[in-house]
């Protein structure tokens, strides 16, 4: 009996190391691009390192990635003080403030790792890509607006 236990433990560790990226694709719908995004920031380290970074990134918007360049450039850009408040923070809450056939703004109030609360404005744009024509991606996330202390 230990030893089945033992292999399902393995089998769900092998299973979670090796879980795959979520790319952008036109079944997704807005809202389902930015839950996407903020919960692999939430979870950046898990399954590796960054790999809620990486996530994002798949996500950000053509145009968006002429600005901010390869993703080495992009993962930097997330460290920086403005946006590292995302990585590893411990919850969010979504609120869609406008939206029309090829924009949706939300608002996202974040509570930081240090219990800080900030709030981003996320936008969420259609775009093509090459392999995806018509899907949803974030095209600006402002910097944030601190809300105070988290009781």
């Known amino acids: 009996m230990k030893l089945k236990a ?3 433990l393995i089998y769900f560790i092998c299973l979670s190391s090796f879980a795959e990226e979520v790319r952008p694709n ?3 719908e807005p809202i389902d691009v930015i839950q996407i995004q903020l919960k692999a920031l939430k ?3 898990t399954p590796k390192a960054d790999a809620g970074i990486k996530q994002t990134w798949l996500f950000a918007h053509p145009k968006n990635k002429l600005v901010t360049g390869p993703y080495p450039r992009f ?8 946006y590292q408040i995302l990585l590893n923070h411990k919850s ?3 609120n869609l403030i406008q939206s029309d056939d090829k924009k949706f703004v939300y608002g996202v109030n974040v ?3 240090d219990n ?5 404005e996320w936008h969420i744009e259609k775009g093509t890509e090459e392999n995806c024509n018509n899907c949803w991606f974030t095209s600006a996330v402002s910097y944030p ?6 009781i």
């Open 26 to 28: 036109e079944n997704l």
């Open 111 to 113: 509570v930081s790792k």
């Open 43 to 45: 979870d950046n380290d």
């Open 6 to 8: 033992f292999i399902i």
């Open 116 to 120: 800080q609360n900030f709030f981003y």
């Open 145 to 150: 607006q601190v809300k105070g202390q988290n």
């Open 75 to 82: 993962r930097i850009m997330l460290y920086d003080p403005h």
């Open 92 to 94: 969010h809450s979504i």
